[in-house]
């Protein structure tokens, strides 16, 4: 036995060695640096089980001895994974939770030893496999947490082919194995642009990660959104793998989508509420200060709202509301904001309003548009609205402030009689009142109160007369001389430009009758779409040559509709009529429509003489002319200097003060006499 304890000495296993009555024999070196238990101190005894257990029990090497069975040798190890007999030997595996201070995992092995054929001790063999173990768990549990993870994980290789996928990948993506070996581009919806997986793979490259929200496409062709982390994998200073994570976040993305729109907008008309009002208003303020551009502000109250509710009930008194809702929409410009505060009560952003004028033609459209009858269940009811004015920044420089005062003005509109609007500042008020009173009064002026000046124009070649143009005049009973720039703009929104422009195009033509000159009629854009205006000219000129009539026409007339303006550009063409593009350079100055249109002139416009920096853009459209084939007539020439200059510059005609301001009656005439070409001398033989 003295030589075997040596043999077992100078082997590095772990191993004790009992004798019949259980008392230890040897206890190796290696067995003393594991259990930490000194040999001198435990041989003789029976404490083999003491390093590893609490209380007294078999170790392995005494079930040996007593000849445990199987059944037994399992009870004994229950806690433990593993125990069995296996050849002549017990084996036993599981962790020792204190075994010299430390969790260890040992693997153990006993083995009865035989002398002389009777079983006289036996040998216990340890093995401490924790760090093996440890590594193999790790290993299990991250295999577990990647596959059962609720967040779809991909891993590529450095070529980025799909190496490994989870179960979430499947469930998200709708891609089953087939994708392994496949770019992970296979996911992706069109929505991104190429830079932006560009800026992805410059991220990756500089800071190995990447996160971000991307739209992909499952299998089935159903695009979703999903929270993306992907991490770059390091071997040694090397890429080897990229790890993407993603979670599908495109009900978050609908549900935040919602609670966002439910923040900012109406329940019932849909309309944007309070908060986004202030919101876009506060935007607006912050541009307009910069840009000096106005804006306004309507606060819009339905008269006599609850009257409609309590007779009719809530549920008519809800779609009057949308149908108010979607009124206001198809009055206002796609650019300007339509809220609504609760209640009755609306307020609108209006953008882009340069004059008093511009407020009123918007606020006389809502009035209308909202004053017309509504049909609801079978109800027919008329309602109409109160609607109150504040101008940025006249009337206040924050959007409270501004609406404040909107409402203060709606107040004044209600008692004022309601159905109708009111300007927070008292100047606007008198401004829309006379625009007012001008659209009903204009009414009755047609034609009594109107008559034509004319403004001679001078053909600088010959230095004779080239022709006049037809200015409109009305004579106000009280009001007395009303610009045309005035009253044209009302008579356009209300319609009765049709009216005007007929009277003026037959006087003008009368005109042309009686003195054999060219005269231009200057028409609306308004007219320019009216169906019968071929027939109106044909009338019109009926019997002089349609070469004398000039039509002007202004760029605005081709924003709206361009084809329908050139075909009856062409149509008038046809007439034998002369075509003058008017106050050129004013609107939309496309150079590249001009070419399509069938012109004889361009009339420059006055801002363009009267300012002497402009004046390398007038040689410009003189030139474009000429190339064009067209001829041009500048406008507004008010002194020598610019005079010398258009002839300098090769300008056929002017017209302007400096020639001659618009004139009628026997001054016209005295003008028309003074002017007029001379008849060649007849030589007698
Ligand atoms: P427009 O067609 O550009 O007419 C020329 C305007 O410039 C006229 O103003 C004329 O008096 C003015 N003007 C002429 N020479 C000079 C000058 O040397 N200096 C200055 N500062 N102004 C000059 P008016 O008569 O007040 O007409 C204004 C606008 O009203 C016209 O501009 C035209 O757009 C419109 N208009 C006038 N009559 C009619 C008409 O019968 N029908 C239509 N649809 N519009 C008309
Ligand atoms: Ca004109
Ligand atoms: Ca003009």
Redesign the pocket.
């Known amino acids: 036995m003295e030589m075997t304890a040596q043999a077992l000495d100078a082997i590095s296993v772990p191993a004790f060695i009992i004798d019949r009555r259980h008392k230890i024999l040897a206890w190796n070196h290696a067995c003393e640096l594991l259990t930490g238990v000194r040999a001198i101190d435990v041989i003789g005894t029976d404490l083999q089980w003491q390093p590893f257990y609490e209380t007294r029990r078999p170790c392995l090497a005494d079930l040996v001895l007593d000849n445990t069975t199987d059944d037994q040798l399992a009870a004994h190890y229950q806690q433990h994974g593993r125990a069995q007999f296996a050849f002549d030997a017990y084996k036993a595996e599981g962790w020792f939770d204190n075994l010299n201070g430390k969790r260890r995992y040992l693997v153990f092995e006993a083995k009865p030893l035989v002398t002389n054929g009777t079983i006289a001790g036996a040998v216990e063999m340890l093995q401490d496999i924790t760090e093996h173990k440890e590594a193999s768990e790790q290993l299990t549990l991250a295999a577990s947490v990647f596959e059962n993870s609720a967040e779809g994980i991909m891993i590529t290789d450095i070529h980025n082919r799909l190496v490994s996928v989870n179960k979430a990948f499947h469930a998200i993506t709708g891609y089953g194995v087939e994708v392994l070996g496949c770019n992970p581009k296979i996911l992706a919806s069109n929505r991104h642009s190429q830079d932006f997986y560009g800026e992805m793979w410059r991220s990756l490259a500089e800071s190995g990660k990447w996160q971000g929200e991307v739209w992909n496409k499952r299998s089935n062709g159903e695009e979703y959104v999903v929270r993306m982390n992907i991490s770059v994998v390091l071997n040694e200073g090397k890429v080897v793998n990229y790890v993407g994570m993603f979670s599908d976040v495109t009900r978050d993305k609908e549900v935040e989508e919602r609670i966002n729109f439910m923040a900012h907008h109406d329940f019932l008309t849909g309309l944007p509420n309070r908060v986004l009002l202030e919101d876009r208003m506060s935007q607006l303020v912050a541009r307009a200060s910069r840009s000096g551009e106005g804006f306004a502000v309507a606060f819009l109250d339905l008269d006599k709202f609850k009257l409609v509710n309590d007779a009719l009930g809530h549920d008519i008194g809800d779609k009057l509301l949308k149908e108010v809702a979607s009124r206001l929409l198809a009055v206002v410009r796609a650019t300007d904001t339509v809220s609504r505060q609760g209640g009755d009560e609306f307020v609108l952003l209006l953008t882009g309003m340069h004059t008093a004028h511009d407020l009123v033609l918007v606020a006389t459209k809502l009035i209308r548009s909202l004053g017309r009858p509504y049909v609801l269940n079978g109800h027919r009811l008329v309602v109409t609205p109160s609607i109150g004015l504040s101008v940025f920044p006249t009337d206040g420089r924050t959007p409270a402030e501004l609406i404040k005062n909107a409402d203060t003005a709606m107040y004044h509109a209600k008692n004022s009689g309601r159905n109708n609007f009111q300007f927070f500042t008292e100047d606007l008020n008198i401004q829309a009142y006379d625009a007012l009173i001008m659209e009903t009064s204009l009414q009755a002026a047609i034609p009594a109160q109107l008559f034509l000046e004319y403004?001679p124009q001078l053909c600088l070649r010959t230095g004779q007369l080239h022709g006049l143009?037809?200015?409109?005049r009305w004579q106000h009973p009280t009001l007395g001389l009303v610009?045309?720039?005035k009253f044209?703009p009302i008579a356009e929104d209300s319609g009765l430009?049709r009216e005007l422009?007929r009277w003026?195009l037959s006087h003008a033509c009368e005109m042309i009758r009686q003195t054999g000159l060219k005269i231009a009629?200057?028409?609306?854009p308004v007219q320019l779409v009216e169906a019968d205006l071929v027939r109106q000219v044909i009338e019109a000129v009926g019997g002089i040559d349609p070469g004398l009539l000039t039509l002007?026409v202004t760029e605005s007339a081709f924003v709206r509709d361009f084809a329908k303006a050139k075909k009856m550009l062409d149509d008038l063409k046809k007439t034998g009529v002369v075509l003058a593009l008017?106050?050129f350079g004013t609107g939309y100055s496309s150079l590249s429509y001009l070419r399509h249109l069938p012109f004889d002139y361009i009339k420059i416009d006055?801002s363009f003489i009267q300012d002497e920096d402009s004046h390398s853009i007038v040689l410009a459209i003189i030139g474009l002319a000429e190339k064009l084939g067209m001829s041009t007539i500048a406008?507004?020439?008010?002194t020598a200097e610019q005079l010398a200059f258009l002839e300098q510059s090769g300008c056929p005609t002017i017209?302007?003060?400096?020639f001659s301001r618009?004139l009628g009656g026997p001054r016209l005439a005295e003008f028309i006499a003074c002017h007029r070409r001379p008849e060649p001398a007849l030589s007698r033989p």
């Open positions: 403004q143009e037809a200015l409109v610009s045309p720039d044209i430009i422009g003026v009629v200057n028409l609306s002007e008017d106050d006055q406008e507004g020439v008010e017209q302007g003060f400096h618009p």
